[in-house]
């Protein structure tokens, strides 16, 4: 649902687009259902017009002065309540019909008429009037009249006709029904089309969005495939701009490590001078310019770290690194006899420079090598596609929870929160978040601390 929420240039095309095509369909398949009917109503229309005129061509006057209708061939007018009727009527003192003949098929009912049939008529002289009406079985009736004056009468005569209109309805909703489905399927295929259409269409905007992603996650340096003309200069002003960045970060590099020098140098004057003069003061001297240059260090770390996680995306084997510090700090620890059991995958990458995974690593080992009893172990799992998590676990004395709590406040130092519970890891935690990462401490399955790290990865 979070997702249908937020905007989509797919979906909007694709709503327009169907909005449009099935708004089009539906005047269509209306238009088409109203034509077929007015042409099937019509065609009805000329067969009862055909037997009005028979009527009128063979209605005769008696000697008495009655109407006689002609001797019609048609069985169903024979038939009673076949269906289709006639009738030969004339216009009553109080404005109703009076009929005089009726066919056989009305047996001793009458057709209905409108109550302004006469008016109508008589407005009309010579031409025929339509509409529909219930038969005596209580069918829909289509049925017609004309009014006209036959030799030796002087009342006008009304000749009508009507027959059952259920075939033509039944047809005509097997006619909206039958389009209704092929309009349908016109319309699921025409938004199938659609669909396709806008995939094919934007189809380099998702190939630039996935080399984007590639530059972020380290495996392209900048944007290379070709673009259609509208997509191109997006594409030049994204390689500009990662160009633009990437000597921001150089630049940010080279005053980090001018100020490096510059502030390094002056301390380590002073501490050379207070640790060879001696006394209260020096004592003073040395102990502030330690802790200054502790938080130099600290500061400028975290400041080369910031730069390099806006840098192009370099990557680093994590297996490598793990290999390469177990086998530096066996040697250092080898007094202790420590061991050092670590596993990772080949094919996992951590998303940064190789120097931050020594340190991020290389602290956070150290410390257990340190601690531990003589049992270290290092596992690195990619939990998804741009994360990973680093444990490092020691079978020493590890921490209370209070002391955990207090150890991973953001820049805290653990040679002052947590005595002797190891240094570095306060540059781990900076690290981390540096990287968008984080540390967390917690018991080892081993009996000592336990330190879980939380990298992006870069993709193999």
């Avoid at 000329?46 to 019609?72: F, H, M, R, Y």
């Avoid at 340096?221 to 701009?241: F, I």
């Avoid at 084997?317 to 596993?343: C, H, M, P, Y």
């Avoid at 991973?408 to 306060?426: F, H, I, K, M, T």
Wanted: hydrophobic fraction near 45%.
């Amino acid at each position: 649902m979070e997702a249908l929420r937020q905007p989509s240039l797919v979906r909007r095309l694709v709503i327009l687009a169907a909005g449009w095509s099935l708004a089009v369909l539906l005047v269509s398949a209306i238009v088409l259902a109203m034509l077929f009917q007015q042409a099937a109503i019509r065609r009805f229309d000329q067969g009862l017009s055909e037997l009005i005129d028979n009527l009128t061509a063979g209605t005769t006057i008696a000697d008495k002065g009655e109407v006689v209708a002609p001797a019609l061939t048609d069985l169903r007018a024979l038939r009673a309540f076949s269906g289709k009727y006639w009738q030969i009527a004339e216009p009553g003192k109080d404005g109703k019909l009076q009929v005089l003949v009726r066919s056989r098929s009305l047996w001793d009912s009458e057709l209905k008429a409108p109550a302004d049939i006469v008016t109508r008529l008589d407005a009309a002289p010579g031409r025929p009037v339509s509409y529909d009406t219930r038969g005596p079985l209580d069918e829909p009736l289509r049925a017609m009249a004309t009014q006209a004056k036959l030799p030796n009468r002087a009342a006008p005569v009304i000749f009508m006709a009507a027959e059952d209109r259920s075939p033509v309805d039944r047809d005509v909703r097997g006619f909206i029904t039958a389009t209704a489905v092929a309009f349908l399927l016109l319309g699921v295929g025409m938004i199938a089309a659609v669909v396709i259409q806008v995939r094919v269409g934007l189809n380099p905007l998702f190939a630039l969005r996935r080399e984007v992603a590639a530059v972020r996650r380290g495996k392209a340096e900048r944007v290379q495939q070709a673009y259609p003309t509208e997509l191109s200069p997006l594409a030049d002003e994204l390689n500009a701009l990662m160009a633009h960045n990437q000597e921001v970060v150089e630049r940010q590099r080279t005053h980090v490590g001018n100020l490096a020098h510059a502030l390094k140098t002056p301390l380590s004057v002073m501490l050379t001078e207070a640790r060879q003069t001696g006394g209260a003061l020096a004592d003073i001297v040395e102990t502030q310019a330690e802790a200054m240059r502790r938080q130099v260090d600290h500061h400028l770390r975290r400041a080369r770290a910031a730069a390099r996680t806006q840098g192009s995306g370099e990557r680093t084997s994590v297996a490598d690194v793990l290999d390469e510090l177990s086998r530096t700090l066996e040697r250092i620890f080898q007094d202790k006899g420590v061991e050092i059991d670590w596993d990772a995958e080949d094919d996992l990458y951590f998303l940064g420079e190789r120097q931050d995974l020594l340190e991020l690593a290389g602290n956070a080992m150290e410390n257990a090598g340190k601690w531990c009893s003589g049992r270290v172990r290092v596992r690195a799992i990619p939990t998804s596609a741009e994360r990973l998590k680093l444990s490092i676990e020691d079978d020493g004395p590890g921490l209370t929870e209070a002391e955990r709590e207090e150890v991973v406040q953001r820049g805290a130092r653990l040679d002052e929160n947590a005595p002797g519970s190891g240094l570095g890891l306060s540059i781990v935690d900076e690290l981390a978040r540096a990287y968008g990462g984080s540390l967390r401490l917690g018991e080892a399955r081993l009996g000592g601390l336990l330190v879980e790290l939380d990298l992006p990865r870069a993709e193999a």
